[in-house]
């Protein structure tokens, strides 16, 4: 009997993609293009928190032109699927930023991971580890992946 497994659906956040717009620590830089390169693209969802976000930190911190930046933005909707934030993730953002003190665009990302059935949150910005409604957030970048990671990599 072959053993039937469906993909582990994953949520990337702002820092990935920065990262693999080859913005930041080169070594991060690398993993990072390595590992969206790897992960199969209808298991990814990016919510559209992370794509603004993208687009602040590249044209402010970085100073990439606007065009570009919006190219940018465009190949990664092209690549992955954009959830939007809906007023459901809002009220589960405000409750996580209450009970866990999170950033209130932090926890939207995390909520809207969560409705959209995600499994995994990769980001550095939260505590590794830490699971929310089914999400568990990691560091995509840690020296052991996480069982979900390596299991999502293996399609």
């Known amino acids: ?20 717009e080859g913005e930041g620590d080169a070594a991060r830089c690398t993993a990072a293009q390595r590992l969206l390169g790897r992960v ?11 794509l603004g976000e993208l687009h602040r ?3 402010g911190r ?6 570009a930046t919006r ?9 992955f699927r954009v959830a939007e934030s809906s007023p459901t993730a809002l009220l589960s953002a405000m409750d996580l930023h209450a009970d866990h003190q999170l950033p209130i665009w932090d926890a939207l990302i995390l909520a809207v991971a969560a409705e959209q ?11 590794s580890g830490f699971t929310w409604h089914g999400v568990t957030v990691i560091d995509p970048f840690a020296l052991r992946p996480h069982p979900l990671l390596r299991q999502a990599l293996k399609h």
């Open 57 to 59: 930190v590249l044209t």
């Open 117 to 127: 059935g995600c499994r995994l949150l990769l980001s550095e910005d939260y505590q």
């Open 1 to 20: 009997m072959t053993e039937i497994t469906t993909p582990v659906v994953i949520a990337i956040d702002t820092n990935v993609l920065v990262y693999a």
């Open 40 to 50: 199969l693209p209808t298991a990814v969802v990016l919510p559209v928190q992370v």
């Open 62 to 67: 970085f100073r990439r032109d606007g065009r």
């Open 71 to 79: 190219e940018a933005i465009l190949g990664w909707s092209d690549a």
